[in-house]
């Protein structure tokens, strides 16, 4: 199934994923959407920033929190290339995001299918629609592209 603002919104964040592997971060994208128009973007950045928090999540997030004047952003749509890690979860819980479409599965470190499946927890205090493989294989060539060439 692919949503209907699919062919926007998933290229920004496969760009944003590109972006941050020729800064030499682990490419991964992000954008937020309210109404059909962009609200933020990011991109890893935690060698950029030496900050470990700085993931392509949280970038967008605190983004679209300063442009929107709130913490929470109900009826916001986050679009990201790889599967959410606990860190970032538990900041699109606390966000209010209402929905959450990503591309690659992160079998080793996701946490929405994978891992601690933190959407699933009882003590998650928001859960967001989720809509998983969206242009999975762009993602994941990006993903597998990026570590080969620093082996």
Not at 112 to 126: D, I, K, L, M, W
Request: glycine share 8%; aromatic share 8%; proline share 7%.
């Amino acid at each position: 199934m692919n949503p209907p603002s699919f062919v926007t919104f998933m290229p920004l964040a496969l760009a944003e994923a590109r972006a941050a592997a020729a800064a030499g971060e682990v490419p991964v994208g992000a954008v937020i959407v309210k109404d059909g128009a962009v609200v933020a973007t990011g991109r890893n950045r935690t060698i950029e920033k030496s900050d470990p928090t700085a993931h392509a999540e949280i970038e967008a997030i605190r983004a679209a929190g300063a442009r929107l004047g709130s913490d929470r952003l109900i009826d916001c749509d986050l679009w990201v290339t790889l599967e959410p890690c606990p860190m970032c979860a538990g900041a699109i819980s606390f966000a209010r995001l209402r929905r959450l479409y990503y591309g690659a599965g992160d079998p080793k470190g996701g946490a929405v299918e994978n891992g601690v499946r933190f959407f699933a927890s009882p003590t998650c205090h928001h859960t967001p629609e989720v809509y998983s493989g969206l242009s999975q294989r762009q993602a994941s060539e990006i993903l597998r592209d990026f570590f080969r060439d620093r082996r």
